[in-house]
Structure formats: structure tokens, C-alpha cells
DNA sequence: TTAAGTGCAAATATTTTGCTGTCAC
DNA sequence: GTGACAGCAAAATATTTGCACTTAA
């Protein structure tokens, strides 16, 4: 049975708790946002929701934090073909991976999940010896919708 | 026959000449780096080593031609998993795309051509109804050396 | 001639760091 | 109690922009 794309609330929290990683309100409140989160967020974003729910947390906590997803594997970063200012996209790290399209009209991001993409990396691991601990394929062109539109 | 990897000096400076695009000694000292290029350059770089054919080449002349570049698919943008800073990494768009892995061990960068890949963009356009211009796939690991050492 | 391109300096955007005080465990 | 974490302010890094001057076509 495949789990849901929308998971585990909870789930940062407990791998924190499981690591022995130290808990505190502001770590709460980043990780409860990336554990909502209906969207790709840069960090302007995350630190603006995170506000919201403690209203001290900083940017630089933000961004520590991020660092510390990273290094913990929960968290993938995206440029999403920077459709909006240079900085970076966060996601949690559910359990496929996706490719991610954006629509350089409309700015529409989409996913995708592909066994051809499974088998790719697996080409990589085995022809390269390349061990993958992580994997990122963004891809930029045009929707649907705006393919008759241009 | 498939075309070498190492390709076509001049390439860059024909298509502006056939768009029409306006050549000046900056930016033929900027195409004649990336052209020559057998590295991945970042924006630093490609401005130090322009300057050396021409001195008066400025930082935003850089990002300017960069910026046109990219916009005539002349070039690709990586992150190259940010091994060095939060920059960007550029190389010349060749004949095939390819597929850039980066050990997070000793920050080599290797270089990877596969059917698969190709395949799966084809997926992509056809099951997605995308049409793409842009692809990147950035894989972060362990390359062979570096997998027994650690 | 003239629209496009350039250097320069300053602005903006993004991310990191040093320091001192606080809090989770 | 203490080592890890926080906020704050400032620095570091990366990229863009306004403007007056220059140049390719």
C-alpha cells in the first residue's frame, strides 16, 4: 500500500527526538511549517510562517536549521530554475523522489515520479560506482497549458 | 560519427553573428573562456580569466553575457551541489546533455552520458505534456575512491 | 547615427558568522 | 550544571541596477 504524498505530521520532530538532536520552540516551529507545507519554500518564506507560530525566531535560526535538515537527509533543496530571485527551495524528503518541472511561462511547478528515473540512478550507482546520497532533476520548459498559449 | 566532447572553437561567436547579436571585445573575451573552458567556471572566475584577454572586462558585463547566454541556450547553470559557496557553476550546452555527479568526499566532479536519461526526458514530454527546454540532473554521493575511504 | 553595450559605484539579495546570553536535557 | 542553541548585528558572498559614456553596425 503506497503511503500518501501528504505524511506523517510529526514525522522531523520524531527522527530529531530518535538522533538524539536537542528540541527547542524554534526548531518546533521551522519543522512544523516544513511538515505543513503545501509548497516549496525559500527561506523568506519559511521564516515568515515560522513567525507565526513563534514570533521569535530569527533568520539565522532558519538557515541553521535548514543546514541541519540537509546533513540529516530530511530536507531537499531546489533551485526550481530560479523563477522567482536566485535563492534556494526546501522540501521534506518523502519517500520518492520526484522530478521537478517548471513552467518558464506561468511559473506552475510540478512533480514526477518515474521508474525510468529509479532505474537511472540505479545505472549511475552500478556503471559509476558512485554511491548516491542524493539526487536532484529539475527541469525547465513549458506546461501544457502554455505550450498552445506561447 | 559523433561529435567530440572538446568542440567547435568559435560556436558561440558564429550564433551571435547569425542572431544578429552585437559583438564586442568583452564579450568575445567572455565566449573565448567558456568556449576554452575545461572546467566548470563560476561567475568569479570566468571574470578573472576574461580579464586576462581583456583587462577592461568588468564583473557586470560577466553576469550580463551570462544572462544572454542562458537565454539563448548557449550554456547550462549547475549548483554542483554548492561543493565550493552558494554560487553558480556554468559549461557550454554540447550536442548531448549529461548527467553531473559530485563526491561530497573529495569534491570531484564527474560527468555522465546515458540513454536512460534521455529516455526519461522523453517520458516526461510525453506523459506530462511538457515541452522541455532546460534539464539539469545533479547527483550528490560517494564516488569509487572515496567509498572505501570513508 | 544611434541603439545597444560598457564600466563604475551603489544597491539588493542571500547566506554566514561572532558574540553574548539562554535553555534543554 | 553545561554544552548546545538562540537572537542580534554585522560581515561575507552573490548578483543586479542606474547612469553617463562608448562603440558596433
Known amino acids: 500500500m503506497p503511503l500518501p504524498q501528504t505524511e506523517m505530521p510529526g514525522r522531523l ?15 518546533r516551529a521551522i519543522l512544523r511549517v516544513m511538515e505543513t507545507a503545501t509548497k516549496h519554500l ?4 519559511l521564516l515568515r510562517k515560522a513567525q507565526k507560530l513563534d514570533a521569535s525566531v530569527d533568520r539565522s535560526t532558519v538557515y541553521r536549521t535548514l543546514r541541519l535538515l540537509k546533513r540529516q537527509g530530511l530536507i531537499d533543496e531546489l533551485d526550481l530554475m530560479h523563477i522567482h530571485g536566485e535563492g534556494h527551495y526546501y ?8 522530478i521537478h ?12 515520479v518515474s ?5 537511472l540512478k540505479g ?3 552500478k556503471d ?16 501544457a497549458a502554455c505550450r498552445g498559449a506561447k
Chains 1, 2 share one sequence.
Open 13 to 27: 520532530q520524531a527522527h530529531f527526538a530518535d538522533r538524539g538532536i536537542r528540541m527547542t520552540e524554534q526548531r
Open 42 to 45: 525559500d527561506a523568506a518564506q
Open 91 to 98: 522540501e521534506r524528503k518523502l519517500n520518492r523522489d520526484h
Open 101 to 112: 518541472m517548471a513552467c518558464l511561462r506561468c511559473g506552475k511547478i510540478m512533480e514526477f
Open 115 to 119: 521508474d525510468i528515473f529509479e532505474k
Open 123 to 125: 545505472q549511475v550507482e
Open 128 to 143: 559509476c560506482r558512485f554511491r548516491i546520497v542524493v539526487s536532484r532533476l529539475e527541469i525547465g520548459g513549458y506546461c
